[in-house]
């Protein structure tokens, strides 16, 4: 009786080992597992004038760093999405950003401008973004992460796709036209599409009409006092009359930063300018000026705003996380 107890105990705790073996392979293909790694990225610190010259020339050489999320798939190369922060560096809003693409089996590089510029946070308020290394100024960033990712061994350089909040979606919608393509790039590579959320629209660059073919998508609140919904709106309107494949998504009630979980609230501080009713034009000299003063654009003109608000708004985030992941599905060809 005791060898037959035995023999049942052990067959049970076999089987017992096997369901827990099951399960464990079972948590592990649901779960977005992957590998952290951080690369060093040389790169250029432009001015607004050099990058509207299409010039490199005396940019001051600067390393910056990025955090590349590879998700557990068995594919030898995957797609990967480009992430550039906002004017704050990199938040919370991004950390959510790259889980949600890691579980879909797209690798994330979540590129930091700002540090390794001595752009550090201090204080309580994080906003460190000097001015050369703002959103235009920053596609020589974005071209040189692009490069990196396509001589990665698990990536696959034709499914890289760049996506940016506030001044990183300019970088984004700036960084699509074939002009800063061309004057920055690398040559027979490029971004698979391009996705930006409440960036700013309001400036009209010379030949912004000719971008590249990836489709490029606008995510933006109407209520944004920031960056202007109807400025993204007129600016996709004008870019799809001449054959592009763009599009603006406005969400009624949203605010700026209305991805950002970690912001529950509403944060409004009455006394900061605003520019989102202000718009911009280059003109023949490679100048950035006021519209309606053919001047430089200053805190004294009339477009000029004040007060910022800017908060989470769980309607408009799960739309855009939806449109986000559907496209990136479809253009990477992965299954839903």
């Keep these: 009786m005791t060898g037959r107890i035995a023999t049942r105990v052990r067959a049970w705790h076999r089987s017992l080992v096997a369901l827990l073996g099951i399960a464990a392979v079972a948590a592990q293909a649901a779960a977005p597992t992957y590998r952290i790694e ?50 704050a560096g990199a938040i919370a809003n991004q950390v959510v950003w790259r889980e949600e693409l890691n579980a879909l089996g797209i690798a ?22 000097p001015d050369s290394i703002g959103g235009l100024a920053r596609i020589v960033d974005a071209e040189r992460a692009l490069a990196l990712l396509a001589k990665h061994p698990r990536i696959d350089p034709a499914r890289i796709a760049v996506m940016g909040f506030s001044s990183g979606g300019r970088t984004v919608l700036v960084g699509a036209q074939s002009r800063f393509a061309a004057a920055f790039g690398t040559p027979g590579l490029r971004f698979a599409a391009y996705i930006a959320l409440y960036p700013d629209c309001n400036a009209r660059l010379v030949g912004d009409t000719k971008s590249d073919p990836g489709p490029q998508r606008i995510f933006i609140g109407k209520d944004d006092v920031l960056t202007s919904a109807a400025a993204c709106t007129r600016y996709a309107e004008r870019l799809r009359a001449a054959g592009n494949d ?53 805190l004294a003109d009339k477009c000029i705003g004040k007060g910022l608000i800017a908060g989470y708004d769980p309607t408009a985030d799960a739309a855009t996380k939806v449109a986000v992941k559907a496209l990136l599905v479809e253009r990477f060809g992965l299954k839903p």
């Excluded at 949203?254 to 006394?271: E, L, Q």
Aim: aromatic share 4%; net charge negative; with cysteine.
């Design 246 to 298: 763009i599009s603006t998504t406005a969400f009624e009630g949203a605010h700026h930063g209305f991805d950002n979980v970690s912001n529950p609230g509403m944060i409004r501080v009455a006394d900061a300018p605003t520019g989102a009713n202000c718009n911009l034009e280059e003109t023949a000299a490679g100048e950035l000026v006021n519209v309606d003063t053919g001047r430089a654009l200053t």
């Design 108 to 129: 994330v590089f979540t590129l930091d401008s700002f540090s390794g510029r001595g752009a550090i946070a201090t204080g309580a308020s994080l906003m460190t973004m």
């Design 38 to 87: 951080v690369h060093s990225l040389p790169t250029l610190t432009l001015m607004r004038a050099q990058l509207l010259a299409g010039s490199q020339e005396g940019a001051a050489a600067a390393t910056i760093a990025g955090e590349l999320s590879l998700p557990f798939v068995a594919a030898a190369r995957m797609p990967a999405v480009l992430l550039l922060h906002g004017d």
